[in-house]
T-cell receptor, first 108, second 114 residues
Framework: GIQVEQSPPDLILQEGANSTLRCNFS?????LQWFHQNPWGQLINLFY???GTKQNGRLSATTVATERYSLLYISSSQTTDSGVYFC??????????FGQGTRLTINP | DSGVTQTPKHLITATGQRVTLRCSPR?????VYWYQQSLDQGLQFLIH???????AKGNILERFSAQQFPDLHSELNLSSLELGDSALYFC?????????????FGPGTRLTVL
């Protein structure tokens, strides 16, 4: 099965800073999603992005499917952005394989 | 709100007991997936049902079983519980086979085994 590697594992920033999170896949996927897990444990869907670029407010994501990686950009960070960010991929209508996550801490 | 509902939100029980977790998928979604999130294993796939039929199994213990009912809701049964079964259990749903394969996650059930 596919393997998913996320970097960096931890990121500590000041409010207002920008950040880039990366996700590498060991094989091609046709389902790629980014999630934010908040301090209460909820997994919030951020993007479904098997290829291309999408933007939603201060967040954007880019997936280069041919090179098997995806990037999540967070601009003008706020303390509410803190939490763990996961990427996950799947081949077809199959199980999502998750990375280990990037723990983001935004300090005021 | 993803549209996926899970009950209960929290469950505290003792070793050796049996519990049932319930999931209702988004309206129109035929696929239901169960995932377990534990501190040492991360987020792992357990099982996938599509329109009432089991489609794939992951690292699901023999003590665990699941089913999807005709109304498409699903239940995950955990028996002979051990301390190590304490985890956050998520259900996700997708349309699977039509359009996007995006999976939408419920709020999870936090299971504590004492």
């Amino acid at each position: 099965g596919i393997q998913v590697e996320q970097s960096p594992p931890d990121l500590i920033l000041q409010e207002g800073a920008n950040s880039t999170l990366r996700c590498n896949f060991s094989d091609s996927v046709n389902n790629l999603q980014w999630f934010h897990q908040n301090p209460w444990g909820q997994l919030i869907n951020l993007f479904y992005i098997p290829s291309g670029t999408k933007q939603n407010g201060r967040l954007s994501a880019t997936t280069v499917a041919t090179e098997r990686y995806s990037l999540l950009y967070i601009s003008s960070s706020q303390t509410t952005d803190s939490g763990v960010y996961f990427c996950a991929g799947a081949q077809g209508a199959q199980k999502l394989v998750f990375g280990q996550g990037t723990r983001l801490t935004i300090n005021p | 709100d993803s549209g996926v509902t899970q009950t209960p939100k929290h469950l505290i029980t003792a070793t050796g007991q049996r519990v049932t977790l319930r999931c209702s998928p988004r309206s129109g979604d035929l696929s239901v997936y169960w995932y377990q999130q534990s501190l040492d294993q991360g987020l792992q796939f357990l099982i996938h049902y599509y329109n009432g039929e089991e489609r794939a199994k992951g690292n699901i213990l023999e003590r665990f079983s699941a089913q999807q009912f005709p109304d498409l809701h699903s239940e995950l049964n955990l028996s002979s519980l051990e301390l190590g079964d304490s985890a956050l259990y998520f259900c996700a749903s997708s349309v699977a086979g039509r359009g996007t394969n995006a999976q939408y996650f419920g709020p999870g059930t936090r299971l504590t085994v004492l």
